[in-house]
């Protein structure tokens, strides 16, 4: 590798670790604005979702100039193409905490509302799932990346979960169904975070050992 390959590659590597912080800052405003009704946090994730379509531009218009530059070939392409696709994860998490947030934001209004599934719970386990897969990355440990995927089973089993125990909350409670329409929507979103962060962690195993795991479960 060439000096010149390897600053570019260096500075990949601090535009993503920097896009990966925003996105996790967003999530977990996004998440603790709902649990703890903080309208204020919501807005918050709402207007950091422009400055993180930006760095995944600009990480985008990055790779794609290294690519063109310098060619590279074995890992270092690799890591060139992993950071590609996590760039679009990363963003599309983004979309999704801003999605949770904009929920939030009406769902805040709702003092008697409560809860009816372990939103806090699911919160906190795609959390842990998006900081594996970016720790992974950073550390090259792919046990850590699988640990990710088998994650991805027990979100799923909450997000399962939630759909009768959100139809018994109307039925309790009609008055409320606008409300609890939007807790649905968040679980939603909370859980497509989780598919990105796993997705994340397949780039991560392939970028380690070569390996191309999705669709092969885990």
Sequence with gaps: MTLILQGEIDKLRRLISTLATRVEESVRNAATSIIERRPELAVSVIDLDQEIDDMEVEVEEECLKTLALHQPVAQDLRYIVTVLKMNNDLERIGDLAKNCAQQSVHVAQEKELVIPYDLHGMAVKVQEMLRN??????????????????????????????????????????????????????????????????????????????????????
């Design 133 to 218: 897969s970016l720790d992974a990355l950073v550390e090259s440990d792919s046990l850590l990346a699988r640990s990710v995927l088998e994650a991805d089973d027990e979100v799923d089993a909450i997000d399962a979960q939630m759909y009768p125990e959100v139809q018994a909350a109307i039925r309790e409670h009609p008055e409320q169904m606008q409300s609890l329409i939007r807790l649905l929507k968040v679980a939603q979103n909370l859980e497509r975070i989780g598919d990105h962060a796993t997705n994340i962690a397949e780039d991560v195993i392939y970028l380690i050992e070569g390996e191309i795991v999705r669709h092969r479960g885990g």
